[in-house]
């Protein structure tokens, strides 16, 4: 069951599990993943955005002002995100940031999930840095 996943991300990722809605989330009335362009404007309000992929990835290209922290090294970093902001996760297509996403939104953290990740960033014309180096493979 969805929720049985993201208790098993949260266990992973070592937060803490709380009371929740349908797929693990709090009963919300925001979407848990949103656009780049979405995305963008949460960052440009002052939401801190964790990129999740591996080392070689972000070293390939990445958004300026990410905070690199790699989906298995969360578990140990979460500490370094502040608890009163929120986070806007990505990754490569979205699937290691909806992971982290729903287990930060279940453990009581306010976060959203870049949905297509750094490629559709790059494909919506967004910047990266280094311009045109495109997308690592994952």
Do not use: Y
Not at 91 to 115: E, I, W, Y
Not at 117 to 134: H, K, R
């Amino acid at each position: 069951a969805p929720g049985d996943a993201v208790r098993h991300v949260q266990s992973v990722l070592g937060l803490p599990h709380r009371a929740t809605g349908r797929l693990g989330s709090p009963a919300m009335s925001d979407p848990i993943e949103i656009t780049p362009a979405e995305a963008q404007a949460k960052i440009a309000d002052g939401a801190i955005l964790v990129d999740v992929r591996e080392q070689d990835e972000w070293d390939h290209s990445h958004i300026e002002g990410a905070i690199h922290i790699p989906l298995p090294e969360l578990q140990q970093r979460a500490a370094e995100l502040p608890a009163d902001s929120e986070i806007v996760f990505q990754c490569r297509v979205g699937g290691r940031s909806l992971m982290a996403a729903q287990a930060f939104n279940a453990s009581g953290r306010k976060a959203t999930s870049m949905a297509g990740g750094l490629l559709a960033w790059d494909e919506q014309g967004l910047p990266i840095t280094p311009p045109d180096a495109g997308v690592a493979a994952h």
